[in-house]
């Protein structure tokens, strides 16, 4: 079966989606959710996401430099799709999708409470690559709820993290299978 070759990250599936808190220069909050993500460097820590040229996400970052992916999980499926929906510039999907602001430890722009776990990042450098803009942030903060975390490994089956197929479609990972 050939796939349209610009739709080739529809074989490179499921792949894991976060939801991008950011704010403008007025400290207005925004939320979106992205699949094209990628770890990048553990040393310094960076992390990349890419982003079509009008998303305010990527605006948003422009002005404040700073950015935060949220972990969501198979409970808040539904508000993460209310989160990709388009408002105006300055509306925040996070109030929209009744999802619930949370100080961040490092950065000014807020966490949402729901999520598994959080990345803080502060702007690295962005680079146009085709038609989206690749975003590289430095990682300043990394936590995961407590309830996640299990004997030093991330509990997957308890988090039920969420990863992008296409379009409406979507997987709950739940199973961890080891290599014996
Ligand atoms: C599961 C999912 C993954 C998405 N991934 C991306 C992505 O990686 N890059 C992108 O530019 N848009 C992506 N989008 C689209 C944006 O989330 C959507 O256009 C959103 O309204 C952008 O919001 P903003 O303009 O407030 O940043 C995705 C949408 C969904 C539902």
């Known amino acids: 079966m050939k796939i349209d070759k610009e739709k080739f990250y529809r074989v490179l599936a499921p792949r894991p989606v976060v939801l991008i808190t950011t704010a403008d220069k007025e400290g207005r909050t925004n939320a979106a959710p992205f699949s094209f993500v990628m770890p990048v460097s553990s040393n310094p820590p960076l992390v990349a996401f890419a982003s079509a040229p009008q998303r305010h996400t990527l605006a948003n970052i422009r002005e404040t430099k700073e950015f935060v ?6 409970h808040i499926l539904d508000k993460l799709w209310i989160c990709a929906d388009s408002f105006p510039k300055g509306v925040s999907e996070i109030k929209q999708a009744s999802l619930t602001e949370m ?8 966490g949402i409470e729901e999520s598994i776990g959080w990345i803080e990042c502060v702007l690295e450098f962005e680079k146009e690559a085709g ?4 975003v590289v942030g430095k990682v300043v903060n990394a ?5 996640f975390w299990r004997d030093g490994e991330f509990d997957i089956p308890k988090a039920k993290p969420i990863l992008h ?6 997987v709950v990972a739940e199973r ?5």
């Not at 197929?165 to 979507?170: E, I, P, Q, R």
């Open 165 to 170: 197929v296409t379009g409406k479609d979507f």
């Open 103 to 110: 100080k961040s430890a490092t950065v000014a722009v807020p």
């Open 69 to 74: 992916l949220n972990m969501p999980s198979e």
């Open 176 to 180: 961890v299978v080891n290599i014996k």
């Open 131 to 134: 038609d989206h803009v690749i």
């Open 143 to 147: 936590e995961i709820k407590d309830i």
